[in-house]
Nanobody
Framework: QVQLVGSGGGLVQAGGSLRLSCVAS????????MGWFRQAPGKEREFVAA????????YYSDSVKGRFTISRDNAKTTFYLQMHSLKPEDTAVYYC?????????????????WGQGTQVTVSS
């Protein structure tokens, strides 16, 4: 079992920045690939970013590439989503997730463990 607790959401103006954090506990964090997903009202949950266990491989959705950065600190069992140049369309509940594999994945169904979600609201 892996427990994930996400934090760092909030209200920000368009063009602003936020950093989301997700603390993991339980099994060996360094063996898990991690991901961020988001769900806007009335929409399905979508992939945002993923990082391999070694942090060598990262993936981003086209909508956030160049604005968001995923990273991890295995010593702190924490991974992050740094978000810059935020847009109103980035407004969503953001979920962190853990995959019992060292390989990153864009597919939410590859992830077994999920955090509770943190709200990000970007005003125009």
């Amino acid at each position: 079992q892996v427990q994930l607790v996400g934090s760092g959401g909030g209200l920000v103006q368009a063009g602003g920045s936020l950093r989301l954090s997700c603390v993991a506990s339980g099994r060996t964090f360094s063996n898990y690939a991690m991901g961020w997903f988001r769900q806007a009202p009335g929409k399905e949950r979508e992939f945002v970013a993923a990082i391999s266990a070694s942090a060598v491989i990262t993936y981003y959705s086209d909508s956030v590439k160049g604005r968001f950065t995923i990273s991890r600190d295995n010593a702190k069992t924490t991974f992050y989503l740094q978000m810059h140049s935020l847009k109103p369309e980035d407004t969503a509940v953001y979920y962190c997730a853990a995959r019992p594999s060292r390989s990153a994945s864009r597919n939410q169904y590859d992830y077994d463990y999920w955090g509770q979600g943190t709200q990000v609201t970007v005003s125009s």
